[in-house]
């Protein structure tokens, strides 16, 4: 299992990258409107290291009712059904999604889970 990226929810994409860009990270694709999650999606990178803007798209947005700023961390694994069982056998948090398509991650499949602590994590399956 590896670190992803790193989830932040933003009012702006747009405003968000200037300031972004400055702290040294490069724009990573292009923005992605998931019409699934209901969230405008950038990716930007800074070495190995990724971030992922989120911006809700109105009030059916996943994220609409979170404060902005650190959202979660998705974390590649090789075989998610895998990885979720042996996450749930662990009982080290909650599942609380189906299985999603990402559009922005290649339309992969992600869930997402609460850790005991209440952090969010995400997961998504390497990609084959």
């Given at each position: 299992m590896k670190i992803h990226h790193i989830g932040i929810i933003v009012n702006s994409i747009e405003k968000e990258?200037?300031?972004?860009?400055k702290l040294g990270y490069s724009v990573y694709g292009e923005i992605v409107s998931d019409e699934i999650q209901y969230n405008k999606i950038l990716f930007l990178?800074?070495?190995?290291?990724?971030?992922?803007l989120i911006e809700p798209m109105d009030s059916r947005s996943s994220v609409h009712n979170l404060p902005k700023g650190y959202a979660h961390i998705c974390y590649e694994v090789e075989d998610l059904d895998a990885y979720l069982d042996d996450f749930k056998?662990?009982?080290?948090?909650?599942?609380?999604?189906?299985k999603l398509t990402a559009p922005a991650i290649d339309n992969r499949s992600v869930v997402f889970a609460y850790l005991?602590?209440?952090?969010?994590?995400?997961?998504?399956?390497?990609?084959?």
């Open positions: 990258v200037e300031l972004y860009t990178q800074m070495g190995n290291e990724k971030i992922e056998e662990k009982r080290i948090g909650v599942v609380f999604t189906e005991k602590n209440k952090s969010i994590v995400e997961f998504v399956e390497t990609e084959r």
